[in-house]
């Protein structure tokens, strides 16, 4: 027998040894939180933004919106610790969870979105959260793996503000299915979809489109779009980065008020049609 026919290329390398029959690979290490066995969670979908203060919740609440009109099932992960404001939008407070046996279930809105967040688990829903980054994703986490969320077919995530290491490790963690990028026509709009394009990449995660803000307001007498902010630079961004724009969402008083009053799925704006060219296709059950 030849000593030698291990030996490639005559360098002396080995070819490394055949697995045996009925061999398993051991384990891969990975980054990503296995769900509750509660949860049947669809498609994931991560609202992201450049800074705070765009809107970036009101954006992830009324996709729910839409897609819960749609007839399908809805959560949101609200992972914006710094500012927690799902709650608040659709009236949910601490007493909407529910634990037994070292799970907890989510909050249930009145049109039926299942939501998580933050604000739900302080005793002071108005204490604001300051707490170092690992603390937060380490929550947030727990929000996938202690959660049991039921059969969701569409799961929002309202990301952390920013492209920096709190959003990236929630990133990480969640299985995310793709991208929506909420941006106003003040910001920079060609470097904050840079930075996005830049993550999801890093991620291997689509972008789906981006989200307009705040992008004009409409006259109540004639209807008019008034932009006063002049034109944003959406449009040739998108276009650039061959990325969909999916809505552009007025600076709408009535959203406001419904958003305060924790009433949004009162509030009939029906902007985010968009999203039901660019969501993810999930099979709409026929509910009985
Ligand atoms: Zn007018």
Redesign the pocket.
């Known amino acids: 027998m030849n000593k030698n026919k291990n030996i490639k290329n005559g360098k002396g390398h080995m070819d490394p040894p055949k697995p045996k029959a009925g061999h398993v690979a051991p384990p891969q290490p990975k980054l990503e939180a296995d769900p509750n066995p509660g949860s049947r969670v669809n498609k994931m979908i991560a609202v992201v933004s450049g800074k705070g203060g765009v809107g970036k919740s009101s954006v992830t609440a009324l996709s729910a919106l839409w897609a819960r009109r749609q007839g399908y099932t809805v959560g949101i992960l609200d992972a914006d610790i710094t500012g927690p404001s799902i709650p608040r939008m659709f009236g949910l407070h601490p007493w909407d969870l529910s634990a037994r046996d070292n799970t907890l279930y989510p909050a249930t809105s009145v049109t039926g979105i299942h939501a998580m967040s933050m604000n739900l688990l302080m005793e002071n829903e108005e204490q604001p959260v300051i707490w170092r980054s690992p603390v937060i994703t380490g929550a947030l986490t727990q929000f996938w793996t202690d959660v049991a969320w039921g059969d969701i077919d569409y799961m929002f995530v309202d990301m952390p503000p920013g492209t920096g290491d709190v959003p990236l490790t929630v990133f990480q963690a969640l299985p995310v299915d793709g991208i929506l990028i909420v941006t106003t026509p003040q910001d920079l709009v060609s470097m904050i979809v840079g930075k996005a394009v830049a993550m999801a990449k890093m991620m291997n995660v689509p972008i789906l489109g981006i989200v307009e803000n705040m992008s004009y307001v409409k006259?109540?007498?004639?209807?008019?779009e008034i932009r006063l902010f002049g034109e944003g630079h959406v449009e040739e961004t998108a276009a650039a980065e061959e990325i969909p724009v999916v809505a552009r969402l007025p600076i709408d008083p009535m959203l406001a008020a419904s958003c305060d009053a924790g009433k949004i799925e009162y509030y009939d704006g029906d902007y985010m049609s968009g999203l039901a060219d660019v969501l993810p296709k999930v099979e709409l059950k026929v509910q009985e």
């Open positions: 006259c109540p007498h004639c209807g008019e």
